[in-house]
Antibody
Framework: QVTLRESGPALVKPTQTLTLTCTLS??????????VSWIRQSPGKALEWLAL???????FYSTSLRTRVTISTDSSKNRVVLTMTNMNPADTATYYC???????????WGLGTLVTVSS | ETTLTQSPAFMSATPGDIVNISCRAS??????MNWYQQKPGEAPLFIIE???TLVPGITPRFSGSGYGTDFTLTIHDIESEDAAYYFC?????????FGQGTKLEIK
């Protein structure tokens, strides 16, 4: 059974760096053609794709956020980490991770984790 | 970047109705359009892939149509359980982009 679970702080202060972890179950990035993305949804706004990492460790980033966002995996390739620097209140959102196959659409999503940026 | 314009933002339907939700792409994305359903507290559910293909396990009351720039999600014989937020996603090119979403209310 494929599942993804996001974890990380619920509250960060402005200018801090956010680190979120996506724990994979039922698949890993050791498997050919697998990819994992991070996506966020700010209150009242459309979903926004942030970054993708694939089984070959190739990485793709949102044009608008590429200077602030880094995506990586741990050595087991069962966890995908998102770091976002210089957080500000506009980054308050629910952050999701999701799987795709061969960089296709997202077939499985996590439940998301709400991150609030406030002093 | 491909902009997706989804409409309407909100709609209300009665059980038994047929509902159409539109997603228009700012450039040709062939059939790289996908639809999702999301209910409060749940992960988004993948319902239509590649514009017209029903994801396995999804009720056939859902269908998708379109190609190129204009796409439609149709829900036939609306039921109360269809009350949810629906959104479209294009995966033709990076960055992947989403429609603004449609909140569907069942009377």
């Amino acid at each position: 059974q494929v599942t993804l679970r996001e974890s990380g702080p619920a509250l960060v202060k402005p200018t801090q760096t956010l680190t979120l972890t996506c724990t994979l179950s039922g698949f890993s990035l050791n498997t050919r053609e697998m990819s994992v993305s991070w996506i966020r949804q700010s209150p009242g706004k459309a979903l926004e794709w942030l970054a993708l990492i694939d089984w070959e460790d190739d990485k793709f980033y949102s044009t608008s956020l590429r200077t602030r966002v880094t995506i990586s995996t741990d050595s087991s390739k069962n966890r995908v980490v998102l770091t976002m620097t210089n957080m500000n209140p506009a980054d308050t959102a629910t952050y999701y991770c999701a799987r795709s196959v061969v960089k296709g659409p997202f077939d499985f999503w996590g439940l998301g984790t709400l991150v609030t940026v406030s002093s | 970047e491909t902009t997706l314009t989804q409409s309407p933002a909100f709609m209300s339907a009665t059980p038994g109705d047929i509902v159409n939700i539109s997603c228009r792409a700012s450039q040709d994305i062939e059939d790289a359009m996908n639809w999702y359903q999301q209910k409060p507290g749940e992960a988004p559910l993948f319902i239509i892939e590649e514009a017209t293909t029903l994801v396995p396990g999804i009720t056939p009351r859902f269908s998708g149509s379109g190609y190129g720039t204009d796409f439609t999600l149709t829900i036939h014989d609306i039921e109360s359980e269809d009350a949810a937020y629906y959104f479209c996603l294009q995966h033709d090119n990076f960055p992947y982009t989403f429609g603004q979403g449609t909140k569907l209310e069942i009377k």
